[in-house]
C-alpha cells in the first residue's frame, strides 16, 4: 500500500529540507525503543546519525543512548530515519539497564535535536538546527489492542480524514506498513496517513464509500516500546 505523509509534498526550488519527529506527541514513555525522522526529500545517509542529539532540556547530551549505526537506518527511498535506543538500557534487568539505567527518566524534559548542517541527497542542508521537545511520560507495558481503538466515520461521500484514536503511541513504520482499512467492498486505498500522539489519521484515495469501515492491524504492529496484539515486549513486574 502507497500512501504519503504530511512531509511529502513537492519540492519547492531552493527551499530547505523540513522534518517531523514520531511520535509526535508532548509526552514520550520512558521505555522507548525507537523513534523516526520524517523528511520531506531523500536525504544524504553519510554519517546521518552524526547530526542528531539527544538531548536534556539544558543541551547537555544524553551520552550512550543512541545506537551507532554508522549511516543509520533509513527506508529504500532515504526519507525515514529510525533511530534506536541501546535496548540493553531500555529493557529491565538486563546488565546494562542494572548499570547505567534507562535513557530518559519519567518526569524530565528532553529535546532531540537536528543539526542545521545535516544535508539532503542533494546537498542542501537544512540551514540551522531544530528542536523537537518532549517530557517523558510513565512506561507502557500493556499490548496493543486495537480492539479498544476507537474512531468516528466521516461522511459518506467525502474524503474527510478519519481520526483513529489509539489510546498508545504507535511505531510510525508500523502503522504505515501494517494497518488495513475495509468496508463491506473490500479494502480501502488510502492517500495520506499521519499519527498526531495517540491518534492515527488516514485520509482515503476516494471518497468515502460506506458507513461500515472496520480498521484492523497486522500482528506485527509495534508500539514504540516494541509491545505487540497480545504480546508484551518485557513486563511491570521484572
Not at 526550488?13 to 511520535?23: L, S
Not at 539505567?101 to 546537498?123: E, F, I, K, T, W
Not at 495517540?198 to 497486522?218: A, E, G, L, T
Request: charged residues 25%.
Amino acid at each position: 500500500m502507497t500512501m504519503t505523509t504530511k512531509t511529502d509534498r513537492p519540492e519547492t526550488d531552493g527551499a530547505k529540507p523540513e522534518a517531523v519527529v514520531y511520535p509526535n506527541c508532548a509526552i514520550w514513555p520512558e521505555n522507548i525503543l525507537r523513534f523516526h525522522i520524517v523528511f520531506n526529500r531523500p536525504m544524504d545517509m553519510e554519517r546521518a546519525l552524526d547530526f542528531v542529539r539527544l538531548e536534556t532540556e539544558d543541551g547537555d547530551l544524553i551520552e550512550d543512548a543512541i545506537v551507532d549505526m554508522i549511516d543509520g537506518l533509513w527506508t529504500p527511498d532515504q526519507r525515514v530515519l529510525t533511530v534506536l535506543f541501546h535496548p540493553g538500557r531500555v529493557k529491565a534487568g538486563l546488565a546494562a539497564n542494572k548499570s547505567m539505567g534507562r535513557p530518559l527518566h519519567q518526569n524530565s524534559s528532553y529535546r532531540v535535536r537536528l543539526c542545521g548542517a545535516m544535508r539532503d541527497a542533494n546537498g542542501d542542508s537544512l540551514g540551522r538546527d531544530v528542536l523537537f521537545p518532549f517530557v517523558v511520560g510513565s512506561p507502557q507495558y500493556d499490548p496493543i489492542n486495537p480492539g479498544d481503538w476507537t474512531w468516528n466515520l466521516p461522511q459518506i461521500g467525502s474524503r474527510n480524514p478519519l481520526c483513529i484514536r489509539t489510546i498508545k503511541s504507535l511505531d510510525f513504520l508500523g502503522v504505515t506498513n501494517n494497518l488495513l482499512i475495509t468496508d463491506r467492498n473490500g479494502p480501502i486505498l488510502l492517500s495520506d496517513i499521519d499519527l498526531d500522539g495517540r491518534s492515527i489519521i488516514v485520509r482515503p484515495k476516494n471518497p468515502w464509500r460506506d458507513c461500515n469501515v472496520q480498521v484492523s492491524s497486522h500482528i506485527n504492529l509495534e508500539d514504540v516500546c516494541g509491545n505487540r496484539s497480545g504480546a508484551a515486549f518485557e513486563h511491570a513486574n521484572f
